[in-house]
């Protein structure tokens, strides 16, 4: 066996996991029924978004007035890209503590870290509530999943596997209880049993790999949607 051929199946192996992931996220996001999305701009969401944008798609953003985040732009530019509709709702100093307060009734703890990733979520199913929406997309899962987060990118490749492992067996998304409470219904593509599964089986330079000198996390779906979205989008950290 050449060099060659030997990078030829490998090449064509990498693709056909591509090729499958993606159909099988798209099959999933399409079973989805909702009709708005909570977007960042960020990779997950815009995904999703890519995926139901011919379905009458509406995004909403939270976006603070006393600090304007990245989101905001990526944000902009995905929902433009995608031809959707976006509401940027903007919030004060003054409703995130409410949702802080609110947040911590709601989760019944104290925990900082969970309390502060969970206001944004908080926010927009308040405001999603508001309009009389029950059910919203999310991208929740897809950092656990795919490997995603930054101190997953650092570990090698055992470590990873013991950690992704880890991370699956508890795993749990505050964005449901907060939903739950408000009488909303969360679907989270990402967290599908199927997809799940065949993530499982991926090698994990199809997780982690690297795009010139730049080490990313989810790397196969950025591979499997490169040429849907901006690549400002796919290949933001």
Known sequence: ITIYSLL??????????IENIRSLLEEITMQCDADWIAFSGGLDSSILAQIKKEDDLNAITIITKDF??????????????LDIFLELKYVNINEMLNAVENTIKIL???????????????????????KDVTKVITGDGADEIFAGYNFLVKKDNSELKDELKRMKEIMHFTSQKI???????????????????????????????????DKFGKWILRK????DLPSSVIWRE
């Not at 030829?8 to 996991?17: G, P, R, V």
């Not at 732009?73 to 995905?78: C, M, N, P």
């Not at 499997?224 to 040429?227: I, N, P, Q, V």
């Open 8 to 17: 030829t199946y490998i090449f064509e192996i990498m693709s056909k996991s």
């Open 68 to 81: 304007l985040g990245s989101d905001l732009q990526y944000s902009q530019i995905t929902a433009k890209h």
């Open 108 to 130: 019944k703890n104290f925990n900082d870290i969970e309390i502060r990733n969970s206001i944004v979520s908080y926010i927009y199913l308040k405001a999603l509530k508001e």
């Open 179 to 213: 939903a739950s409470e408000l009488g909303i219904s969360i679907q989270m593509p990402f967290i599908d049993e199927n997809i799940i599964n065949a993530v499982e089986t991926l090698p994990i330079s199809l997780l982690v790999n690297q795009k010139n000198d």
């Open 224 to 227: 499997a949607f490169e040429d």
